[in-house]
């Protein structure tokens, strides 16, 4: 098991996918500056969706799995930092260590999902499900977010299509979850086509 830098948020970071965060809190700060002096090895933080409570001040309680994020970008401000995140591996934490200087866990890293020619089909249903889905939303003023260009990489665009579909942070948690690219396929079809239907339901 390692030892990893973590911070929870109120969002769920998918492998493959880029997360912009802007650094207040004096524990963070302190986190990212270690990272940054290569005091933490690999420039990487662990991110995991808060179950309950807040973002910041603590005493929140956190899910279990979670994403590994690379630091790719830092600009410092007066009195904050931006850094910029991407997603790369999945964890699933072990043991919580105390919060001091800023939150740390023990983590046991997840299998990569493998990709299978056959599941091409699906991928595209996939697509074509949240697509439809992210216009519909657009025309209700959801503003979901759409910046996410899909890769070539049939396994990235997997997770980018699970990151613009226009769902709820514990619908992503339970694609975060999933144990194979057909699982977080179909969840993500399941899922966009649920959250459909209660938008009509309104």
Request: negative net charge; proline residues 6%.
């Amino acid at each position: 098991m390692a030892v990893t830098p973590m911070f929870p948020l109120g969002s769920v970071l998918f492998p493959h996918v880029a997360i912009p965060l802007r650094v207040f809190e004096p524990r963070y700060l302190t986190m990212v500056g270690r990272l940054l002096d290569g005091d933490e090895p690999g420039f990487e933080f662990g991110v995991v969706l808060i179950e309950r409570g807040s973002e910041a001040g603590g005493g929140d309680q956190r899910e279990s799995v979670g994403t590994m994020a690379r630091l790719v970008k830092a600009v410092a401000g007066t009195r904050d930092v931006f850094i910029v995140g991407q997603g790369t591996k999945r964890f699933t934490v072990e043991r919580w260590l105390d919060d001091d200087p800023y939150p740390r866990a023990e983590i046991t890293m997840l299998p990569d999902l493998e990709w299978s020619g056959d599941l091409e089909l699906l991928r595209v249903e996939a697509e074509d499900v949240v697509r439809s889905a992210i216009a519909r939303a657009e025309e209700r003023e959801q503003e979901p977010d759409t910046a996410v260009e899909l890769s070539d990489d049939p396994i990235a665009a997997a997770w980018q299509l699970a990151a613009i579909a226009p769902l709820g942070e514990y619908d992503r948690y339970t694609l975060l979850r999933s144990t194979s690219v057909e699982v977080l396929l179909r969840r993500t079809i399941d899922l966009t086509r649920e959250a459909e239907e209660l938008w009509s339901a309104e």
